[in-house]
């Protein structure tokens, strides 16, 4: 596949967050019961995310971004720090199939960049912890 | 099991990664569990003699060939079975535009873990990359620890200590007894 050369959109501000939909099967349990997402979740070539400054302006909430998704969870990184990555631009992606507040987190994503975005994210919508049998 | 259910096998003692494949039922081997029996008994060849066939779920069928005297190493059966709670079945699987995961990685995949590790390693847990490979994570208190087969790349780790902020990030085969320490670590 052609890698998409797209130059990052400069109108995107650092300060949006980037929201993103987690299934199931892409959450780690930690030690502790609480659960949050696989690094492979911020690994998409074309990372697909819901640009918050375009869900403000017509006065969606983040957690629309969960419509038509039941039992999927959603989290959130900021624009400003995927951008000090090397190579990864942010793009508006408006089309008729895709949500009005679709963009796209373009570029080779790294290990260390999806696991900085694992410590970084900021669930919306997190899952219920799981409950942990602790061993007498 | 279903006749038209792909069996994808595994030879001990097999050579490296012989994969076949046939029209009337795909098959493909791998040399899972063998790599490291192979490598102490380097003037030996010995036929397997038993197998052990495990589903994943609906996704297919592994078939793990043994040489005699050994058996499946304990961390087999937890990965099967994340294997088969995560498997990204369908298009699109991560509700965006994912691949299916793809046996030919779950593979790869398999002989990595294989040959890095020992029998009473602890299990990783297994997670289905968008472009239909898949990952194995390893996390313990602050480290973390992955093995990474993308469908277009070779294999890679990462690991990440938040305690020591130790970072390491590179190809898998170069660095594999490096990957055998680190994961004796969780």
């Known amino acids: 596949m052609a890698e998409d050369t797209r130059e990052d959109d400069p109108s995107i501000p650092n300060t949006d967050r980037l929201f993103r939909r987690v299934r199931e099967n892409q959450l780690i349990t930690l030690e502790d019961g609480s659960r949050r997402p696989s690094s492979a979740v911020f690994k998409a070539p074309e990372m697909s995310v819901n640009i918050e400054?375009?869900?403000?302006?017509?006065?969606?909430?983040?957690?629309?971004?969960?419509?038509g998704h039941p039992g999927e969870y959603l989290t959130s990184i900021v624009?400003?720090?995927?951008?000090?990555?090397?190579?990864l631009r942010i793009?508006?992606?408006?089309?008729?199939?895709?949500?009005?507040?679709?963009?796209?987190?373009?570029?080779?994503?790294?290990?260390?960049?999806?696991?900085?975005?694992?410590?970084?994210?900021?669930w919306i919508v997190p899952p219920p912890p799981v409950a942990v049998r602790k061993l007498l | 099991m279903n006749a038209a259910e792909p069996i994808y096998s595994t030879r001990a003692f097999a050579p490296p990664l012989e994969q076949s494949s046939t029209s009337a039922t795909t098959s493909q081997y791998s040399d899972v569990l063998a790599r490291r029996q192979r490598e102490a008994a380097a003037f030996y060849y010995l036929e397997p003699k038993s197998s052990v066939t495990i589903p994943i779920g609906q996704h297919g069928v592994v078939q793990l060939k043994l040489a005699p005297g050994t058996q499946l190493p304990s961390w087999i059966s937890p990965v099967i079975a994340s294997l088969a709670?995560?498997?990204?079945?369908?298009?699109?699987w991560d509700s965006y535009d994912a691949k299916p995961t793809q046996m030919q990685h779950v593979l790869r995949l398999l002989n990595h873990l294989s040959a890095a590790m020992l029998d009473n390693s602890s299990s990783p847990v297994l997670v289905p990359l968008s472009d239909g490979g898949i990952q194995a994570e390893w996390h313990r208190h602050d480290a973390s620890l992955e093995i990474v087969v993308p469908s277009d790349e070779p294999t890679r780790y990462y690991y990440y200590n938040a305690a020591t902020e130790e970072e390491?990030?590179?190809?898998?085969?170069?660095?594999?007894?490096?990957?055998?320490?680190?994961?004796?670590?969780?």
Request: net charge negative; hydrophobic share 35%; charged share 30%.
């Open chain 1, 91 to 122: 793009v508006k992606d408006f089309g008729p199939e895709h949500d009005p507040a679709h963009g796209l987190v373009l570029g080779k994503k790294r290990e260390s960049f999806a696991n900085a975005m694992v410590r970084e994210h900021q």
């Open chain 2, 168 to 186: 390491e990030e590179d190809d898998f085969e170069s660095n594999r007894e490096r990957v055998q320490k680190l994961i004796a670590e969780f």
């Open chain 2, 85 to 92: 709670e995560r498997w990204g079945a369908q298009p699109g």
């Open chain 1, 53 to 67: 400054s375009l869900m403000i302006a017509p006065g969606r909430p983040p957690q629309d971004t969960l419509t």
């Open chain 1, 79 to 87: 624009a400003g720090k995927v951008r000090i990555h090397a190579g």
